[in-house]
Each structure stands twice: as structure tokens, then as C-alpha cells.
């Protein structure tokens, strides 16, 4: 079973023993007495309730230790002395003497890189692991996906001493997610948890429930939803929590890919069974799929891939799952409808209203984009601004008012009412212009039913299981509000 490590720092040694023990569901705590004003040894180790890591990082190594060298060694020998189950020395510390038997054995010696990953790593890792060390713990950061395959490709180089020797490779950084969440595809010995956000470390109530870390393993199926951004997506919930709901042994991820050829080479060296594909890729991925819908080479875009043995297929379910919210609200026959935008997302949505006998008009700046959406349907390019009163649905088909760029809109007040409003956007579940649209005398429909409607649509064609629709909204809406109340605290 996969082991997990919550960090704990404190500004005071009373603060971390607190910290300690109310950490709920660890096979080890990690102490960082390095953020503490007061370290003490001897306090930190008294009545602990689960094995732990003494760490005392030094400044130059990431961490907050201002005094000196000397002092630093002293308090990682007192945690030895005074039997922590390990104590993290950095490898370039030179401290050599606490590498010595019967010590070694619970030595985690460590290398921190925040630039990067050195492009002499391999050798590195070897170089450390010759010291005979308890475990080897590396972290650097992962500027793509594809730097966790370079990680995975030095983890299997060395599988062969990991039987008696730990090792620990992390991807730094939101684009390392995979080396925290399945750290057996990694064969390390544990991972981290915990607030240090900076790094990319994931809450331990996100990584045990949000990606129910203790069920997971080597064997696990890996799905996830490529874009950028995607750290504040509610798909990985959702999609997690129908997994859990259908007995599925999977998890989904995010995965904030540089570019498509990253996520395409992160997907092929890891073996990806499906993925969602969100802005900016919908339109890219098109050429790196084996085999397309007919639905999807009409849209022109991809939003859904599975992978079946080597051959990939494309499917497009934002136009299914564009309809679903609307089903009890609107007869879509003879709407006037007006899109917003004419990318990816607004070709499904043309598709979809039009084959529910809606009359489409595309409004873009760009004149040229909004025709080539109109002719897909036989529909019309119209002005930009929409005139007031020329639609009886209006939907925003741009990320424009999407989280974080709250305060912003597609449209001006003035120009709304009377119709229907629908904004794609669901962070936040209302946007500027559905308060605006509700304020001009408009119905609103916000993005989460249509999010919902796609991801059941994208689930049931991976695995064969239509999933609860009222799981995954569950799922999302509490995503959103845990969201809302980390920007209120920030704030």
C-alpha cells in the first residue's frame, strides 16, 4: 500500500506538537524544525503517536534554518541520538560522520532543486544511493509532464535496490501531481502532504479524499484532464468520486500540459486510459489522434480521448452535455440563439442547437472565426456587440469571467435582456454576466450542468458505467465552495 508523509511546520515548538498530533491519517509525520523559532529535540519527539522525519533544512537548500551549520548538524545528531525513526540530511551538506552505521539506516539524504531537473540527475541519484542511505529522497521541479517520465525512467533504473533502500522522487510544482498522487508508479518508499503550496503539495484531505490515495496503486488506471489551466478544475473530483461510486479501480488528474506534445508523451509513457482535453487543445490534439468521431471531426474539436491498446480515439460530448440544463427549460425549436465566441467549445454548441432546430448566430471579433462556425450549421455571423433584443438565448462560449479573472465579462450590461443567458463558464458557478443577465430581467443558466452533462457522457465512454449525475455535481459544488473560502481567507 502506498505510504503517505505529512509535513508539519509551526512557528512554535508548542504549535508543532499540536500540529503533530492532530495529524489524522499518516504512516509518518515529517517535523520541520526548521520553521520553528524554538527547535527542541527532545519536545518534538516526546509521546509521538506514529514514526516520524526530523527535518532541519537549511536556507540554501529551500529551507528556513537562519543559524549555522554547526548548530543545524547538532540538532539533526540530538534527533538521532534521541532515536526519530529518520532524520533528512542534505547531500550537499557535507555531513558525512551521521552517514555512519548504526545511523545510516534511518538517514533520508536528500537533494532539493527549484530551478529545474539537472540534466545529470541519473547520475546523481545513483551517486547517493552508493552511500548506503535509509532512503534517497529527491525533489526538483517539474516544469512540464513530461519531467515526471524522466523521473519515472530514474525510479525503474534503480528498482532493483529500492527492495532495501527507499527512495522518494518528486515532481515540484503543479505539473508534478503524478508523483505525489501515485507514488508506486514511482516505486518510492512514501509521499508528502501537506500546505506547502509552493512546492505543489497537495492537502492531506485533498490527496486521501478528493483522489482516495489509500485505495491506489501500481496497478490503478490513470485518467486526467489535459488543458491550461486546470489547477482550479472540478473534473478530477467528479470523476473521482464516480469511481469510487462504481467500484472502479482509477484515478483522475490534473494535467497541466506546456503543450499538447507534452500531454501526448506524459499520456504514452505513463498509459493513460482516457483523458478530457480542455482549452487551449481541443483543436491541437485533433492530430494526434488515431481515430475521430463523426461528431468530433464535424465540431473540429476533441474535448474527450480513450485509449484502447495502442490505438486512440476522439469524441466530442460538450454538445450532449450542452443540452442537458436546457431539457426542462427552453423548446430549442425556432430559438434565436446567439453564441458568444467561435472557438472549440462554441462549434459543439452550434451543433447542438442547431440539431434541436435553434437559428444560430455567431458573434466573434474575429469575423472570420465566427464564419467558419456559422457555416457549420447554415447559421449567420452577426454583429459585435449582439444587439439587444436580436437573440432569445444567448451563450457565452469564452473562458472570459473565468476564475481568476472574476471581475471581467463578454458582454456590457446594457447590451442584455431580454432571453436567456447561459455562460459555459462554472468557476465561479455565477459569473459576472449571469448577476448582470439576472439583473437585466434574464433567466440564467450557469456552466456546472453542462460540465456535468459532458463529464457523464466522457465516463460511460471510457468504462462502460453511466455515473451518477448527482455524485459528480455533489462532488464539483463542493470543489467550488472549498475554492470560494480559500479566496475570501486569502483575501
Known sequence: MQQLCVTVTAPTMADLRRERDAVADA??????????????????????RRPVIVTCRSLWEGGSFGGSEEDRKRVLGEALAAGAEYVEVEARAGFDDLL???????????????????????????????TGAGVVKVAVRAGRLTDCVTLAAIA?????????????????????????????????RWTYAGTLAGVGQITPAALLGDYRF???????????????????SVSPVMHNAAFQAAGIDAVYLPLPAVDVDDFVTFARAFGIKGASVTIPYKVAIRDRIDEISDLAARV????????????????????????????????????RAALLGAGGAAR??????????????????????AADVAALVNGSVGAWPPVRGSWDL???????????????????????????????????????????????GCATVGGLGMLVGQAQQAFEWWTGVRPSAEIMRA?????????????????
Request: aromatic fraction near 4%; charge should be negative.
Open 27 to 48: 504512516d509518518l509525520v515529517e517535523l520541520r524544525l526548521d520553521t520553528v523559532r524554538d527547535p527542541d529535540v527532545a519536545g518534538a519527539l516526546a509521546n509521538r
Open 100 to 130: 555512519t552505521d548504526p545511523n545510516r539506516a534511518r538517514i533520508v539524504l536528500s537533494l532539493h532543486d527549484f530551478d529545474g531537473v539537472p540534466a545529470d540527475l541519473d547520475r546523481r541519484v545513483r551517486s547517493m544511493m552508493a
Open 156 to 188: 525503474d533504473r534503480g528498482r532493483d535496490k529500492t527492495d532495501h533502500q527507499g527512495l522518494v522522487l518528486l515532481g515540484m510544482g503543479e505539473h508534478g501531481a503524478i508523483t505525489r498522487v501515485l507514488p508506486s508508479r514511482f516505486h518510492a
Open 214 to 232: 489509500r485505495r491506489l496503486g501500481p496497478d490503478t488506471a490513470l485518467y486526467g484532464i489535459a488543458g491550461s489551466p486546470v489547477a482550479h
Open 300 to 335: 473540429g474539436a476533441v474535448n474527450a480521448v480513450r485509449v484502447d491498446g495502442s490505438t486512440w480515439l476522439g469524441d466530442n460530448t460538450d454538445a450532449a452535455g450542452f443540452l442537458e440544463p436546457l431539457r426542462d427549460r427552453l423548446v430549442l425549436a425556432g430559438t
Open 348 to 369: 459543439g454548441v452550434a451543433i447542438a442547437l442547431a440539431t434541436s432546430g435553434a437559428r444560430v448566430s455567431v458573434h466573434a471579433r474575429r469575423t472570420e472565426q
Open 394 to 440: 444567448l451563450v457565452n462560449c469564452t473562458p472570459v469571467g473565468m476564475h481568476p479573472d472574476v471581475d471581467r465579462t463578454p458582454l456590457d450590461a446594457a447590451d442584455l435582456g431580454p432571453g436567456t443567458v447561459y455562460d459555459l463558464v462554472y468557476n465561479p458557478q455565477t459569473t459576472r454576466l449571469l448577476k448582470e443577465a439576472e439583473r437585466a
Open 475 to 491: 462532488a464539483a459544488v463542493n470543489k467550488l465552495l472549498e475554492f470560494e473560502r480559500h479566496e475570501h481567507h486569502l483575501v
